[in-house]
């Protein structure tokens, strides 16, 4: 399965990649509705947090909403979700994520659009 793999120290925080994903998936460029965050570190680099559908999220969902799909990508079916955010709390990345506008919590899918607008090379995709 190819995922969204980072290379943090070529990370510059423009935060195309969070905007291409927000405008994806929720049709708008707010960031705190990006599947992928940019974090400020405090010696000045950068933490890239994205799912790497490791699939400990799975086992947490109280409602089996969270599955891995066939082809390895851990997906949220929303209508399932009982929105307890217990996903949220739990995954060991960080890589889930919620907004006070949207009632189900959200993860990155691995579909790439965020990588093509990279102008740094700091995320691409990976065969794993």
Same mark, same amino acid.
């Given at each position: $399965?190819?995922?969204?793999?980072?290379?943090?120290?070529?990370?510059?925080?423009?935060?195309?990649?969070?905007? *291409?994903?927000?405008?994806?998936?929720?049709?708008?460029?707010?960031?705190?509705? #990006?599947?992928?965050?940019? $974090?400020?570190? %405090?010696?000045?680099?950068?933490?890239?947090?994205?799912?790497?559908?490791?699939?400990?999220?799975?086992?947490?969902? %109280?409602?089996?909403?969270?599955? *891995?799909?066939? #082809?390895?990508?851990?997906?949220?079916?929303? #209508?399932?979700?009982?929105?307890?955010?217990?996903?949220?709390?739990?995954?060991?990345?960080?890589?889930?994520?919620?907004? %006070?506008?949207? %009632?189900?919590?959200?993860?990155?899918? #691995?579909?790439?659009?965020?990588?093509?607008?990279?102008? *740094?090379?700091?995320?691409? $995709?990976?065969?794993?």
């Amino acid at each position: $399965m190819k995922i969204v793999a980072k290379k943090p120290e070529l990370c510059d925080g423009c935060g195309i990649c969070e905007e *291409t994903c927000a405008q994806a998936w929720f049709k708008e460029k707010d960031k705190e509705k #990006s599947a992928i965050r940019i $974090m400020d570190n %405090p010696n000045g680099d950068f933490n890239i947090v994205v799912c790497d559908h490791c699939g400990e999220c799975v086992d947490v969902c %109280p409602v089996e909403a969270i599955k *891995t799909a066939k #082809s390895g990508i851990v997906t949220i079916k929303d #209508s399932d979700c009982v929105e307890c955010y217990s996903c949220v709390g739990f995954c060991p990345k960080g890589a889930m994520f919620k907004h %006070p506008e949207e %009632p189900v919590p959200f993860k990155c899918t #691995s579909c790439g659009k965020c990588v093509k607008e990279c102008p *740094t090379g700091a995320i691409y $995709m990976e065969e794993v």
